[in-house]
């Protein structure tokens, strides 16, 4: 699980805070190259177009006859290798739109998300307080992060209209929903400000030895529990495979009375 710093809202650090489970480090680079390709090719709008030898006006008779003037022979001046001619090969109209499955989408946001908090490049925020559009109270606040020279993607936990105005202005400030981020978005930015009630998680309250002391403690109930649950496993399987031992005995001798059985009664009709 990995940790961020934690803010106030006037842009003072208070502590740490412990990210959600989803925040295990974990970036995939593969995915994150789907969703970067899929994200770019998805904005081009595919208009570019060239003429063909058919498309170019002109060119609607032999430039010199056959035979008989010892140059190459040549049908008409809209070829591709003519000055002016048409174009082989050239690009044409058509869509570069690439459709993600859903899963795929998500596996890369949350890359995007690990690299990040990783890199020690998320911080969190209890609350973005705007009473109104300021472009000067976003400078400032970014300015007290020490993000200035960086770009910055500020997260809000739900729509917030004066926090998207007051960092329109900036140009390396980008201001949007935590829900509607994707991968590409997370890592155009070199810094992530997400509110507090958006990303989930626990603010720490001890630091140092105690919050230690507490996360040994915690993996050592994680473990024990592992080993008890693997003890009641076993103790499961044995007791199956006792149930069928028995079961097989019995079968066995159920087998063996018939068989004697059997040899009885032969004997009696001999």
Known sequence: MLEAQLYTAAAKKKGTYALPREFDGTVNQAVL???????????????????????????????????????ARQGTIRAPHWSGGGVAFGPKPR??????????????RQAALNARASEGSLFVIEALEFDGPKTRQMAELVDKLGLTDRKVLVLTAETRSEVYLSGRNLP?????????AAAYDVLWS????????????????????????????RAKKASGAATRKKA??????????????TSSRATKQAAKKQSKKGRSEGRGHA
Not at 95 to 108: C, E, I
Not at 211 to 217: I, N, Q, T
Request: proline share 2%; hydrophobic share 30%.
């Open 33 to 71: 190259y789907d969703a970067v390709r899929a994200f770019r090719g998805n904005q081009r709008r595919g208009t570019h177009s060239t003429k063909t030898r058919s498309e170019v006006s002109g060119g609607g008779r032999k430039p010199w006859r056959q035979k008989g003037t010892g140059r």
């Open 95 to 108: 869509s570069y739109r690439t459709d993600l499955p859903r899963k795929v989408k998500r596996q890369a």
């Open 172 to 180: 390396e400030v980008r201001v949007m929903r935590y829900a509607d």
């Open 190 to 217: 070199d810094a992530l400000v997400v509110e507090q009630a958006a990303i989930g998680g626990h603010a720490i309250k001890g630091t140092g030895r105690k919050a230690s002391a507490g996360r040994e403690v």
């Open 232 to 245: 009641a496993g076993r103790a499961m399987a044995k007791k199956r495979a006792g149930k069928k031992t």
